[in-house]
């Protein structure tokens, strides 16, 4: 790694993953009889070791055939997991990462290996080898989360916001994040409200293709890091973010300082029945809070010019310091952004589930899984059918974000909010 730090692509790593892949595919293409006799040729060998003191039966052969097919598949996929761990490491790609990255390239080539075999003479697609080929890779890819963390990158100073995958973000810790918040609320003269974004995998994935969020993600007063694999990424290419931030987190330590600061809140989003709710139980807790109210769209309101002004008067109507919009992502955030000149709050929270949450209308996952990241694992089990094809197709693509900007990434650590042409002359004056 040179002296800056900023370690640069190495593809020459990627070879020894790429030669093992050649090797298993060329032993998933042998018809069964070859396999068979390959096996059955090992088994042999070893017994024949024995100088003749070891006679097994047919059916002990048999089941010592198994047993070395299934140490083959422990070899290959061990061999295959060792070298993605290898050309991650050499690719400036650690800790939780890189046990994906070994994960999922191993689970691919053995579902297209199991795939395969289905048309192969003689040769059958079993699951049971596929489970054996994970168990290997997963028992290494925990092996290399209990290494060493790598250090963090050197940089001459801390920054704030800095460029993050295809975003930005604020590096701030969860008090921070707060006081940054009631600073907004307090401030007298405001030509527009301040706008909060809490950045997850679902957000940076959107980003990609929705010209108009990131937009807004350009014009946020305050970014902070809601996603877990976020922190992830961030520790895995040794360039840290200081704490997670989540909107759920955030409402009731905004409502404990609004109480203490005399600041007033609005609820917008969710329905009128979990609104009252969490009114009643934000104000019993928090003694002193000001909540003005809230106010519960008809669905797709934002397709009706009437409805959208019927929802303005209610907001501004009311007076508050602080809109808390509870619509969904992104469909909170742009509603924001469209009426941002119009709606005279100091600060805007588009915050999610988070009055859900207040109102005991939705649990949130037990401590301990949010503590390894597992709270997204908790609301699928608790709406499976709506959450499936985003946890477990749609937010798959964050891995690949994750290469595509991981130049950005690691240049918004150590530089902050740099341009290209910035990025290239700091790093040719550090050569």
């Not at 920054?159 to 007298?188: C, K, P, T, W």
């Not at 499976?384 to 690949?400: A, S, T």
């Amino acid at each position: 790694m040179k002296e800056r730090n900023r370690q640069e692509w190495n593809i020459v790593s990627c070879i020894p993953a790429i030669l093992v892949i050649v090797v298993i595919i060329y032993f998933c293409l042998q018809p069964g009889d070859v396999s068979d006799s390959t096996s059955a040729g090992v088994g042999s060998s070893l017994v024949s070791l024995a100088g003749g003191r070891l006679v097994l039966s047919k059916a002990q052969m048999e089941t010592l055939n198994s047993i070395l097919r299934i140490l083959a598949h422990f070899m290959e996929y061990g061999a295959l997991a060792v070298c993605m761990a290898w050309a991650s490491t050499r690719n400036g790609i650690r800790r939780q990462l890189r046990a994906v990255y070994m994960c999922g390239c191993c689970f691919f080539v053995s579902l297209a290996d199991e795939f395969v075999q289905i048309f192969v003479p003689g040769r059958y697609g079993d699951p049971r080898d596929m489970a054996v080929d994970m168990l290997a890779v997963v028992l290494l890819a925990g092996l290399t989360l209990k290494l060493r963390k790598t250090c963090v990158l050197s940089r001459e100073k801390e920054v704030i916001r800095r460029d993050f995958l295809n975003a930005q973000i604020d590096d701030l810790s969860f008090e921070e994040a707060v006081d940054r918040i009631m600073i907004f609320a307090g401030e007298e003269e405001q030509e527009r409200p301040r706008l909060l974004v809490t950045p997850n995998a679902d957000h940076i994935i959107k980003l990609e293709k929705d010209a108009e969020f990131a937009a807004l993600y350009r014009e946020a007063d305050l970014i902070t890091t809601d996603g877990t694999p976020l922190l992830w990424i961030a520790d895995s290419f040794n360039c840290p973010i200081k704490e997670r931030v989540t909107g759920s987190d955030l409402l009731p330590a905004v409502c404990e300082r609004a109480a203490k600061e005399g600041r007033s809140i609005f609820f917008f989003g969710a329905s009128e029945e979990v609104i009252r709710m969490a009114t009643e139980k934000l104000c019993e807790k928090f003694e002193g809070l000001k909540i003005k109210g809230g106010y519960a769209p008809p669905m797709r309101f934002e397709n009706d010019p009437e409805e959208i002004e019927r929802a303005l008067e209610r907001i501004n109507a009311a007076e508050a310091d602080i809109l808390v919009v509870g619509l969904g992502s992104p469909k909170s955030e742009k509603f924001i952004q469209r009426n941002r000149e119009r709606l005279k709050v100091k600060v805007a929270l588009p915050i999610g589930a988070a009055i859900a949450f207040a109102a005991g209308n939705a649990k949130r996952a037990p401590e301990w899984m949010r503590r390894m990241g597992l709270e997204w694992f908790y609301r699928f089990l608790q709406e499976p059918g709506r959450l499936f094809k985003r946890y477990f197709v749609e937010d798959m693509q964050i891995f690949f974000l994750a290469l595509k900007y991981r130049n950005r990434t690691v240049d918004g650590y150590l530089y902050g909010e740099a341009d290209l042409f910035e990025v290239a002359q700091k790093q040719e004056g550090g050569e």
